[in-house]
């Protein structure tokens, strides 16, 4: 998503400045091109050989460095970038963006950039300073400016030994918002409800009956909506997905663990939706009954017979309580008769759209990180997307859902 873009970066000197490596690591993993300008504290912490191996490019630190690609780099770079984050964002340079003081080669640069083109900003300091009045009025004052982002701090131990709110957010956060800050906003005031990952059935307090479901799929789905301006309620099952913490209230999550509590908060939820994508691996059947205590093999046993109930339909009870300009898509993963039994999901359910995958497809299903998908719309049309990442997918099926 962001191949092709240019991205700057603004290095000051926090501790922090440690992960700027590894984000600009992952910026260029993700097609990114990559410039840095820092501080000359910055590189107390990074140096430059570093930032510039990893980059490929020319570090910017100097204003009248005689070796400056252009006389006046901090309007050249401006006008190269896409986007500039500052990571890490001391309290100074946070305190100087506000005040448009712009006196080094960072906030020179940063001040020729806002208003222009989109700013990211990730504070980092100790928690002192965070709560400075002064901070805190001068982050509130950039979060208003148009086209400027700025990251909350997250709390944890401080370089300094404490522990408290002044951490910066990680890069693979860092990378989040800076995709959100490039994505097109044609689903901002939306409401998404979406659904994702398995779910799980108990026997007794230490078995269930669960799928393989990873809730990729369902997690790049709200990653996409939130990137293009949606508020979204993700309701999941138990998965090692996460989403990084840089959307604020436009992010609720709740968890669940079985198919009726799955079948509760969506239901509950429904009504407030303008759209609903159920992507999640519910389980059709739960034990009709449930151990209070361990089953345990006994002595000669050579089986066991469970008795199963079926769930509730979510997408079913979705679509028949649907209002008019309520959108509901579902998902269908099938093994046999693909195409056959996706149309009739769409037509039994009341569905807008199905997405349809195959377990027969190489790539596509359970735990990784592609997928290869058909789209088919109540109107009867219908598209295929090659094999693509979960990622791609989502936006495939966003840019396909909006026309």
Same mark, same amino acid.
């Given at each position: 998503?962001?191949?092709?873009?240019?991205?700057?970066?603004?290095?000051? &000197?926090?501790?922090?400045?440690?992960?700027?490596?590894?984000?600009?690591?992952?910026?260029?993993?993700?097609?990114?091109?990559?410039?840095?300008?820092?501080?000359?504290?910055?590189?107390?912490?990074?140096?430059?050989?570093?930032?510039?191996?990893?980059?490929?490019?020319?570090?910017?630190?100097?204003?009248?460095?005689?070796?400056?690609?252009?006389?006046?780099?901090?309007?050249?770079?401006?006008?190269?970038?896409?986007?500039?984050?500052?990571?890490?964002?001391?309290?100074?340079?946070? &305190?100087?963006?506000?005040?448009?003081?712009?006196?080094?080669?960072?906030?020179?640069?940063?001040?020729?950039?806002?208003?222009?083109?989109?700013?990211?900003?990730?504070?980092?300091?100790?928690? +002192?300073?965070?709560?400075?009045?002064?901070?805190?009025?001068?982050?509130?004052?950039?979060?208003?400016?148009?086209?400027?982002?700025?990251?909350?701090?997250? #709390?944890?131990?401080?370089?300094?030994?404490?522990?408290?709110?002044?951490?910066?957010?990680?890069? #693979?956060?860092?990378?989040?918002?800076?995709?959100?800050?490039?994505?097109?906003?044609?689903?901002?005031?939306?409401?998404?409800?979406?659904?994702?990952?398995?779910?799980?059935?108990?026997?007794?307090?230490?078995?269930?009956? @669960?799928?393989?479901?990873? &809730?990729?799929?369902?997690?790049?789905?709200?990653?996409?909506?939130?990137?293009?301006?949606?508020?979204?309620?993700?309701?999941?099952?138990?998965?090692?997905?996460?989403?990084?913490?840089?959307?604020?209230?436009?992010?609720?999550?709740?968890?669940?663990?079985?198919?009726?509590?799955?079948?509760?908060?969506?239901?509950?939820?429904?009504?407030?939706?303008?759209?609903?994508?159920?992507?999640?691996?519910?389980?059709?059947?739960?034990?009709?009954?449930?151990?209070?205590?361990?089953?345990? +093999?006994?002595?000669?046993?050579?089986?066991?017979?469970?008795?199963?109930?079926?769930?509730?339909?979510?997408?079913?009870?979705?679509?028949?309580?649907?209002?008019?300009?309520?959108?509901?898509?579902?998902?269908?993963?099938?093994?046999?008769?693909?195409?056959?039994?996706?149309?009739?999901?769409?037509?039994?359910?009341?569905?807008?759209?199905?997405?349809?995958?195959?377990?027969?497809?190489? &790539?596509?299903?359970?735990?990784?990180? @592609?997928?290869?998908?058909?789209?088919?719309?109540?109107?009867?049309?219908?598209?295929?997307?090659?094999?693509?990442? +979960?990622?791609?997918?989502?936006?495939?099926?966003?840019?396909?859902?909006?026309?």
């Amino acid at each position: 998503m962001l191949r092709g873009k240019h991205i700057l970066v603004g290095v000051s &000197g926090g501790i922090a400045a440690y992960k700027v490596p590894e984000l600009v690591r992952l910026l260029r993993k993700a097609g990114a091109e990559v410039r840095l300008t820092a501080t000359h504290n910055a590189l107390q912490f990074v140096t430059e050989t570093t930032l510039r191996t990893l980059s490929g490019n020319p570090v910017y630190t100097d204003m009248f460095a005689p070796v400056n690609e252009h006389a006046t780099e901090h309007i050249s770079l401006p006008d190269w970038a896409d986007l500039m984050l500052v990571a890490p964002a001391t309290a100074n340079v946070i &305190g100087k963006a506000a005040a448009g003081i712009a006196d080094d080669a960072l906030t020179t640069t940063l001040a020729a950039t806002v208003a222009r083109k989109p700013v990211v900003i990730a504070p980092a300091m100790n928690d +002192k300073m965070y709560d400075n009045p002064a901070t805190q009025h001068a982050m509130s004052e950039l979060g208003q400016w148009k086209g400027v982002t700025v990251l909350d701090c997250t #709390e944890g131990f401080l370089a300094c030994g404490t522990e408290g709110k002044g951490r910066m957010q990680e890069p #693979e956060a860092l990378l989040e918002a800076v995709q959100a800050a490039l994505a097109p906003q044609d689903m901002a005031g939306q409401s998404v409800l979406i659904t994702a990952g398995p779910t799980r059935e108990p026997i007794d307090p230490v078995r269930y009956l @669960t799928n393989c479901s990873s &809730g990729k799929m369902g997690y790049a789905l709200a990653r996409a909506c939130l990137r293009r301006g949606a508020d979204v309620v993700l309701v999941s099952g138990p998965t090692q997905e996460r989403i990084a913490p840089v959307y604020g209230s436009r992010l609720h999550i709740v968890n669940v663990l079985t198919a009726a509590e799955m079948a509760e908060a969506a239901l509950a939820r429904w009504p407030e939706a303008g759209m609903a994508v159920l992507s999640a691996a519910v389980a059709d059947f739960t034990p009709a009954q449930v151990s209070p205590v361990k089953r345990k +093999k006994q002595p000669g046993q050579t089986g066991m017979t469970l008795s199963l109930t079926t769930t509730t339909d979510i997408a079913a009870a979705m679509g028949a309580s649907k209002q008019n300009g309520q959108r509901l898509v579902g998902f269908a993963l099938e093994t046999d008769h693909e195409h056959e039994n996706a149309l009739r999901k769409l037509r039994d359910k009341c569905l807008d759209a199905i997405v349809l995958n195959s377990l027969r497809d190489a &790539g596509a299903g359970f735990g990784v990180d @592609t997928n290869k998908v058909t789209l088919l719309m109540a109107d009867g049309t219908e598209q295929a997307f090659p094999l693509l990442s +979960k990622e791609e997918v989502a936006d495939a099926l966003l840019d396909r859902l909006h026309r």
